[in-house]
């Protein structure tokens, strides 16, 4: 990756400082100003931020910081330890029930990677928690989305309920459930219709399907490359339907990852899974601090 890590610009800012050693107030300006560069470069939100700056300033000032052999070292560790606190500190797993079916609706605009998202989150469910899950195609606006998740459903190994493009989706996921509950599965995945931009009759449609299904699990698929707009986009799913998790996608390309940062901390809703290739093993877990070092480069 060709960005110059917060390490690197730190230590560079502090040897720039006169009176070595130690760090005062002033200087400690001149190294915030790198962390300001730094994220911004990362592309974390400009407001996020500012209230992240002040955040930093203040634990620091509160701390030895000033005294300690190694300034630079002190603040990225303050930076990274407050960049896991905004990440969620822990990992979020799905929301599994007790006993019964657990249910999951995959929101998302189109191209984001949902279909792909709940081809590889079957198979993780498969693999590590020994589920039997069922997907249910309720894409019904493009005709290939459907064959596209019944083509992943063979690879993973799970069986996909399809009633086809002529059946309003809701009443494919009434079906699909009923379907499920006989066949066994102890969870289903409900693959629902993304548009190139967020519309009324998108989220309507979105609405009763969560009406209907009652999912455990509502995951957002954003895409990491998506820069600013992340935030809209999410904000929109979230004022609609209260998303419970997010799946960020695509962090497998050149992206620092601040539009995770962004996101987690607008809409407060957990980061569970993150994509990192188009192949169905390609997703992990999301670890704050892993990601967090990802931002600081
Ligand atoms: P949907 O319209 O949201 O259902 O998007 P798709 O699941 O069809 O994915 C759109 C494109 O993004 C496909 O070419 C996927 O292979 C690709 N894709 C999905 N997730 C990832 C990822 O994590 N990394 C990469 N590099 N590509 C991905």
């Known amino acids: 990756?060709?960005?110059?890590?917060?390490?690197?610009?730190?230590?560079?800012?502090?040897?720039?400082i006169s009176g070595q050693g130690k760090l005062t107030e002033k200087n400690m300006d001149d190294m915030l100003r790198e962390v300001r560069l730094a994220l911004l470069e990362a592309d974390v939100n400009y407001k996020i931020v500012k209230d992240f700056l002040v955040n930093v300033k203040d634990k620091a000032v509160g701390q030895e910081v000033y005294t300690s052999l190694n300034p630079s070292q002190m603040v990225v560790k303050i930076v990274h330890d407050e960049?896991?606190?905004?990440?969620?500190?822990?990992?979020?797993?799905?929301?599994?029930?007790e006993s019964g079916m657990t249910v999951v609706m995959m929101v998302g605009l189109q191209g984001t990677g949902k279909t792909t998202s709940v081809g590889k989150i079957t198979s993780l469910l498969k693999r590590?928690?020994?589920k039997h899950p069922m997907l249910i195609a309720a894409d019904v606006i493009r005709p290939a989305a459907i064959e596209q998740l019944q083509t992943l459903g063979k690879e993973v190994g799970a069986e996909v309920f399809s009633l086809g493009i002529e059946t309003p989706a809701v009443e494919t996921v009434r079906q699909g459930l009923a379907r499920a509950k006989e066949?066994?599965?102890?969870?289903?995945?409900?693959?629902?219709?993304?548009?190139?931009?967020?519309?009324d009759e998108l989220m309507e449609e979105l609405a009763q399907i969560?009406?209907?299904?009652?999912?455990?699990?509502?995951l957002l698929t954003v895409d990491a490359m998506t820069g600013q707009d992340i935030i809209n986009v999410a904000q929109?799913?979230?004022?609609?339907?209260?998303?419970?998790?997010?799946?960020?996608?695509?962090?497998?390309?050149?992206?620092?990852?601040g539009g995770v940062l962004s996101v987690r901390s607008i809409t407060q809703v957990p980061v569970k899974f993150i994509g990192l290739g188009e192949k169905m093993e390609d997703l992990d877990v999301f670890y704050p601090d892993r990601m967090a070092d990802r931002i600081l480069g």
């Open 236 to 257: 929109a799913f979230h004022e609609k339907l209260n998303v419970t998790g997010l799946v960020v996608t695509k962090l497998d390309g050149d992206s620092r990852g």
């Open 1 to 16: 990756m060709a960005f110059e890590s917060l390490t690197e610009r730190l230590n560079k800012a502090f040897k720039n």
């Open 83 to 97: 960049l896991v606190a905004l990440l969620g500190e822990k990992e979020a797993p799905l929301n599994f029930k």
């Open 183 to 199: 066949s066994g599965a102890d969870i289903v995945l409900i693959d629902t219709a993304g548009r190139l931009h967020i519309d």
């Open 210 to 218: 969560k009406e209907i299904a009652k999912p455990d699990d509502i």
């Open 128 to 130: 590590k928690y020994n």
